[in-house]
């Protein structure tokens, strides 16, 4: 079946470390998003990718980092630059210029900061 | 750029009652998409609307595009303790170069014993 993964589920950090969360589908898809979900804040938008090796900033891109190799994986960098990386990550992709069927998500990275 | 404005943000119900909720814009859209999103996983798509005025079904989901363009509704009929989750509209509008989906905060619905 055709899918996006995400992991790991759950991921604790040390502060001053960087971690990077995976996100791969096999859909076939061109775009893909990473999301950070907080309470009460609804998912804002961190990163988003159209095409292989092309990303643009989201609204709340500060201390993450992408990248785009391939058409399959889109990585999320959270660095030490992060001042609240406690937070659910979610990743999701979509065809391209036809977001409007929908974005397919992951079922999300939890990370904590300890 | 645009927003939505879910409401309300918080329900909490008797299991067996109706739930409605409502996203409204100052901004057309032309796609109207509303998902659920369990504890701990990701969003899934329920329904997705594309012509103003249409009403689509989903089982004990109802969803509609408003006349406006600028609104939906989701309607859940006889509530169950499985609807228990977060909701979320979605819209799109392919106009003016936006390429992606601009999301509702969120009706967290929850259902008292």
């Known amino acids: 079946d055709g899918g996006i993964t995400q992991s790991p589920k759950y991921l604790f950090r040390k502060e001053g470390q960087n971690v990077t969360l995976s996100c791969e589908q096999n859909?076939?898809?061109?775009?893909m998003y990473w999301y950070r979900q907080d309470p009460g804040q609804g998912l804002r938008l961190i990163y988003y990718?159209?095409?292989?090796?092309?990303?643009q900033k989201g609204d709340i891109a500060e201390g993450y980092s992408v990248s785009r190799e391939k058409k399959e994986s889109f990585p999320l960098t959270v660095t030490s630059a992060q001042k609240n990386p406690t937070a659910f990550y979610l990743c999701?992709?979509?065809?391209?210029?036809?977001?409007?069927?929908?974005?397919?998500f992951g079922s999300g990275t939890r990370l904590t900061v300890v | 750029g645009q927003q939505l404005n879910q409401s309300p943000q918080s329900m909490f119900i008797q299991e067996g009652e109706d739930v409605s909720m409502n996203c409204t814009s100052s901004?057309?859209?032309?796609?109207w998409l509303w998902y659920k999103q369990d504890p701990g996983e990701g969003p899934v798509l329920l329904i997705a609307?594309?012509?103003?005025?249409e009403l689509t079904s989903n089982g004990r989901l109802t969803a509609q595009f408003g006349i406006t363009r600028k609104d939906s509704f989701l309607n859940i009929s006889a509530s169950i303790p499985s609807d228990v989750g977060i909701y979320f509209c979605a819209g799109f509008y392919s106009g003016g170069g936006a390429d992606g989906l601009t999301f509702g905060k969120g009706t967290h619905l929850i259902i008292q014993p």
């Open positions: 609307l594309y012509k103003a005025g």
């Open positions: 901004s057309i859209f032309n796609t």
């Open positions: 990718s159209q095409i292989v090796n092309d990303f």
């Open positions: 859909l076939n898809h061109d775009a």
């Open positions: 999701a992709s979509s065809i391209r210029r036809q977001a409007f069927y929908g974005y397919t």
